[in-house]
Nanobody
């Protein structure tokens, strides 16, 4: 069973930066997974933010975070990093990482999920 653990969330002022990490445990095939990030506000649906392919040069983001967020991966450490810059109060959410064998943006294709980490951006 693959376990994903997010870390790096916290409180930051608007305009600041955070780097979230997502580390996978229980797999020897981390380099074959695409990793996606989603976020969810209380009482709302979880939404896709971005994903990185098994090819680390291939990433995709939603328009609202494009050019502010970046994804990278360290396969040796079984970890994906979500670098978030120029944060805005509307980025406040619980952030989840998930792994998939296909590269995309739909929740249904993601097999394993972390428990989430809270990001709060103050104005």
């Amino acid at each position: 069973q693959v376990e994903l653990v997010e870390s790096g969330g916290g409180l930051v002022q608007a305009g600041g930066s955070l780097r979230l990490s997502c580390t996978a445990f229980g797999t020897n095939n981390f380099d074959k997974y695409a990793l996606g990030w989603f976020r969810q506000a209380p009482g709302k649906d979880r939404t896709f933010i971005g994903a990185i392919s098994w090819d680390p040069d291939i990433t995709k983001f939603i328009d609202s975070v494009n050019n502010r967020f970046a994804l990278s991966r360290d396969n040796a450490e079984h970890t994906v990093y979500l670098q978030m810059n120029s944060l805005k109060p509307e980025d406040t959410d619980v952030y989840f990482c998930a792994s998939a064998l296909t590269f995309g943006h739909t929740e249904e294709q993601y097999l394993y999920w972390g428990r989430g980490t809270q990001v709060t951006v103050s104005s």
